[in-house]
């Protein structure tokens, strides 16, 4: 077999960089322009996402909430002789509510989003104070 030397790896390296600088390139030179977005089209999309967070995110989070709090409650009972295994389910608890948190933030964060960017109206905002029509 024949041994690499520091010249070649050097120019494999360069060649490497150039390739890849080639490649980020082409990728960035396909560019693609959206279009004019109705305000029907927009209404559309929020009621989309606001149903889905309704009907779908907060009953899901909910029940695994609930079922999370129901195995940790049968972990403490499993192990009520066994004070670190007892603790450990107990700690469990602290988790389940960070998860509560998040899941209620982010629910929150998700309707602030929604609001900022359609005004309440359901009209895309634009950065020429147009109707986004």
Not at 41 to 62: F, Y
Request: proline letters at 2%; hydrophobic letters at 45%.
């Amino acid at each position: 077999m024949e041994k690499v030397t520091k010249k070649q790896k050097k120019i494999m390296k360069k060649l490497s960089t150039i390739g890849t600088t080639l490649t980020l390139l082409a990728i960035q030179g396909n560019q693609c322009f959206a279009e004019t977005i109705g305000t029907e089209e927009v209404q559309t999309a929020t009621d989309n996402i606001k149903r889905v967070i309704t009907s779908i995110a907060m009953p899901l989070g909910g029940v695994l909430i609930f079922a999370s709090i129901v195995v940790a409650a049968l972990k403490m009972i499993a192990n009520s002789n066994n004070p670190q295994k007892r603790s450990e389910s107990i700690g469990s608890l602290a988790w389940i509510c960070g998860g509560g948190v998040i899941l209620g933030a982010s629910l929150i964060i998700a309707g602030i989003i929604i609001n900022v960017a359609t005004n309440n109206s359901g009209a895309l905002l634009t950065s020429g104070g147009g109707t986004g029509t």
